[in-house]
């Protein structure tokens, strides 16, 4: 066999900083829990180029923030408990390119409202029954927006940029279920319904 070529040299390094608060309470028939996130992350995506193969260097950065506040509730009614949560969420994405390719710094915002309800029945002693119906959302990843590109140049801006171009994907969901208990054995049974908007997905020959 002939000579083993040089391997391609990539380099990355990464900063991030966060914080988390939370609370939690029981008044009587009322829990309650509720809490705040934010997170600031940046990434370089660094390559240093091999000019044997035409593959030239780049240094690009990635930056993401992002902040979120929930609320979770339940209220026990006898044998039936009613319970819903709320999330708020917004997250920024912010690229700045390689130098020299005169493109300049793009950026994204989003922001989510995700809900749920939700309720528990015990019918007896050995029927538990349960639904619940909410809906969620996520904005895309870098490997999303970019088409799994680790460096936006010129020739890729026209097809990758804006940023608006990949939409987040929201799903609904409804279940119902039920648990049997037998002796100390129990079963859970559990249907749900699930529908995607704007679904990030794979396409072609592999999915």
Not at 27 to 33: A, E, K, Y
Not at 114 to 131: C, E, H, Q, S
Not at 142 to 169: I, M, N, Q
């Amino acid at each position: 066999s002939g000579p083993t070529a040089p391997a391609l040299r990539y380099n990355s390094s990464s900063r991030w900083l966060g914080a988390v608060a939370a609370a939690h309470s029981v008044n009587g028939r009322l829990t309650f829990d509720g809490g705040a996130h934010t997170m600031a992350y940046s990434k370089d995506h660094r390559f240093d180029g091999r000019a044997d193969l035409g593959y030239p260097a780049y240094w690009n950065t990635s930056f993401k923030t992002e902040a979120s506040a929930f609320a979770k509730a339940s209220y026990a009614l006898g044998e039936t408990t009613l319970f819903g949560d709320l999330q708020l969420r917004t997250a920024e994405f912010r690229y700045r390119p390689t130098e020299g390719y005169g493109l300049d710094d793009v950026s994204e915002r989003w922001s989510f409202t995700n809900p749920k309800v939700g309720i528990t029945m015990r019918a007896n002693d050995r029927v538990t029954l349960f639904a619940s119906y909410g809906t969620t959302s996520r904005e895309p990843t870098r490997s999303d927006l970019f088409a799994g590109a680790d460096d936006v140049t010129p020739d890729d801006a026209p097809a990758l940029l804006p940023l608006d171009r990949v939409k987040p994907e929201h799903v609904t969901d409804l279940e119902l279920g039920a648990s049997l208990t037998f002796g100390r054995a129990t079963v859970t049974i559990n249907g749900f319904n699930m529908g995607f908007g704007d679904e990030i997905a794979r396409t072609g020959a592999t999915s």
